[in-house]
């Protein structure tokens, strides 16, 4: 199963001189430290190495890491010990440091590869191992490498592992209806309601592999969010969401799939919207860095007012790339237009969207993301004079919305995850009534199963 490895095995077989690859055989020898007594300490440390006491050499290291830690031959031979001791998290902090400064340092690359692999980190292995590839290693090393690709196959081509999650959360809003705020007609006041939150949340997502180029994903999620606020109350949300996804491998750098979907809200224990979609999408891995992704989307949505009933077919494109161990970084343009039932505000609309995200990889249990997005919108037909158009004549709309998220996740143990978010969204109109401001704070406790 992807994201899992047998780690006594692979400790085992580091035990195995022939996979206890020594500083000489990618050519990567230690260099003289600075004083005689860090000599020392790495030749203690080395010679328990020998012994096979990996323990003992981590202790030893790590006691002097506050001091040594920075210097490539120190942080290469700690990486390498609390990798032995069964420490894969402790071994990539060093292991990185190490290739910081010497990018070409590839015996650290390979242990590094193997530290990967050991805590799931499945991409970030097949990057290293792809800059391997590229400073032409000897045989020995090689064979390694095939080994560790052979680890790596199953888990991103193959069948992933089901998700099933539970999650707890409690926030704030400023704004839960996303209101403006503003005097309708002059001396109706209509002002945001800020609520404290809680939300609880499932999520089931089952693959199912039909051979060995088509897969199934069936998807099933529920959520209800709670307001504290009496004003808020009759923006109590409840979900639920159901997808399928139809998925053909056409080849190791690119697949295609046909989906379905469908989820139903509720606004105050009542019904307020239906909504079914069709799409279909396409991948391709571009480069060992980089990969794309396209959709092409058709929904159709029905609310319990038909007034504000709508199609819409949307079209984006998606580029990922890796920069290095730690970072991520993607870029979305999208496009979007809705066919509204002639008695909608605005009539029909059309909308291109750019949004671009990053994730950094603090350590190997914390992340941090910031999500940066643009959109704006533009509705066919003129608004006149009246309750939402305070104006004398017909105009326009046209939005312009700026948002961000910040969020921060940390996973204690493989099962508990704990995220906190932070989201600010800026709305913009040619209508005065539609200039809305909004932020929101959560904390959420998930649960993995």
């Known amino acids: 199963m992807r994201g899992k490895i047998n780690v006594n095995s692979l400790r085992c077989q580091a035990r195995r001189k022939r996979l206890f690859l020594p500083l000489a055989l990618l050519g990567a020898m230690l260099i003289p430290i600075s004083s005689q007594a860090d000599t020392a300490l790495l030749e203690q440390a080395n010679r328990h190495m020998q012994a ?86 000897p045989a020995e090393a090689r064979t390694v490498m095939d080994r560790y690709q052979d680890i790596l196959r199953p888990r991103l081509s193959g069948t992933p592992d089901p998700v099933r999650l539970l999650a707890l959360s409690a926030g704030y809003d400023s704004n839960v209806g996303s209101y403006p705020e503003m005097d309708l007609l002059g001396f109706i006041p209509v002002k945001p309601i800020d609520s404290a939150y809680s939300m609880v949340r499932g999520t089931l997502w089952q693959p199912v592999q039909l051979d060995d180029n088509r897969r199934l994903d069936l998807s099933l999620h529920g959520q209800y969010r709670n307001h504290q606020d009496k004003d808020a109350e009759p923006f109590d949300l409840g979900l639920i969401h159901a997808a399928a996804l139809y998925n053909v491998t056409l080849n190791p750098h690119s697949r295609i799939g046909l989906g379905i979907q469908a989820n139903k809200i509720w606004m105050d224990q009542e019904d307020f919207r239906d909504h079914i979609g069709l799409n279909t999408r396409w991948e391709q891995r571009l480069a060992p860095d980089l990969r794309g992704d396209a959709a092409l989307e058709w929904q159709d949505y029905r ?132 200039n809305i401001e909004r932020w929101t704070a959560q904390v959420t406790l998930l649960r993995h199963f």
């Open 52 to 137: 096979e006491q990996y323990t003992q050499a981590h202790q030893l290291l790590d006691a002097k890491s506050t001091e040594l830690a920075g210097n490539p031959d120190f942080d290469y031979l700690l990486g390498l010990a609390a990798l032995r001791a069964g420490q894969p998290a402790e071994a990539i902090f060093a292991l990185e440091r190490v290739i910081r400064v010497n990018p070409r340092h590839a015996a650290a690359r390979m242990e590094l590869v193997n530290a990967y692999l050991q805590l799931g980190m499945n991409h970030q292995a097949q990057t290293q191992l792809a800059i391997l590839e590229n400073q032409q290693p």
């Open 303 to 434: 609310f319990e007012d038909s007034r504000h009933d709508y199609q819409q077919l949307n079209l984006h494109g998606r580029l990922h790339r890796t920069v290095n161990t730690r970072l991520r970084v993607s870029a979305m343009l999208g496009l979007e237009q809705e066919d509204a039932r002639k008695d909608r505000f605005g009539g029909d609309a059309s909308r291109w969207r750019i949004q671009g995200e990053a994730h950094w990889q603090v350590n190997p249990r914390n992340l941090t993301s910031l999500t940066l997005g643009w959109s704006d919108t533009r509705y066919k037909d003129a608004y006149q004079p009246g309750l939402h158009h305070t104006g004398s004549s017909p105009r326009k709309r046209n939005d312009q919305i700026a948002e961000f998220t910040a969020r921060w996740r940390h996973l204690p143990t493989r099962f508990w995850e704990i995220n906190t978010d932070l989201s600010y969204r800026d709305q913009y109109s040619s209508i005065r009534f539609y």
